[in-house]
T-cell receptor, first 116, second 111 residues
């Protein structure tokens, strides 16, 4: 099993350019997440998808859009990149949620994005 | 924000010593998890403790949870150089499977 994979690993964009970050998982998880990690800020949730066909905003959704293409894939799109979006982006997945039960999240290796 | 905060921000110890890091959070939680992140890598789940548990062990890891103080601690016993990493606590918000991550403790274990 590859677990959670992300592409690309590195990306440099100019202000105003657009791009899509790809994420895929092969663990048959229903839930998928996109986080950004900035120095001294920890991880902040951008968007999440509790199941195929559903997406919800997290803590910092502005400037981003997501697509849950199918159960395996969850993409993050920056329509018009800004320097403030320079960050490391992590995709994660987890098993179903039920009541108060929670499950560990499995993380991809990250995408390092620089916007100049 | 319900973000947890780890303390200390950085910790440097000798191999073989114990490492203790703490996490404080602001609101009631269902669960709390600890993750490790090696430099340049994704996070790896270490241990989950539920709100009705007070202590949990996994190998050299010991986690405690004090819901009255809204705090948790992670103890790594007999540390090794390979334990060098950043450690994050993550608290749930009771909505789906969303977690808020803290800012992390950077642990350096000197051989």
């Amino acid at each position: 099993n590859a677990g959670v994979t992300q592409t690309p690993k590195f990306q440099v964009l100019k202000t105003g350019q657009s791009m899509t970050l790809q994420c895929a998982q092969d663990m048959n998880h229903n839930s998928m997440y996109w986080y950004r990690q900035d120095p001294g800020m920890g991880l902040r949730l951008i968007y999440y998808s509790a199941s195929e066909g559903t997406t919800d905003k997290g803590e910092v959704p502005n400037g981003y859009n997501v697509s849950r293409l199918n159960k395996r894939e969850f993409s993050l799109r920056l329509e018009s990149a800004a320097p403030s979006q320079t960050s490391v982006y992590f995709c994660a997945s987890s098993e179903d949620v039920g009541g108060l039960r929670s499950y560990e999240q499995y993380f991809g290796p990250g995408t390092r994005l620089t916007v100049t | 924000s319900q973000q947890g905060e780890e303390d200390p921000q950085a910790l440097s110890i000798q191999e073989g010593e114990n490492a203790t890091m703490n996490c404080s959070y602001k609101t009631s939680i269902n669960n709390l998890q600890w993750y490790r992140q090696n430099s340049g890598r994704g996070l790896v789940h270490l241990i989950l403790i539920r709100s009705n548990e007070r202590e949990k062990h996994s190998g050299r890891l010991r986690v405690t949870l004090d819901t009255s103080k809204k705090s948790s601690s992670l103890l790594i016993t007999a540390s090794r150089a390979a334990d060098t990493a950043s450690y994050f606590c993550a608290t749930d918000v009771g909505i789906g499977n969303q977690f808020y991550f803290g800012t992390g403790t950077s642990l350096t274990v000197i051989p």
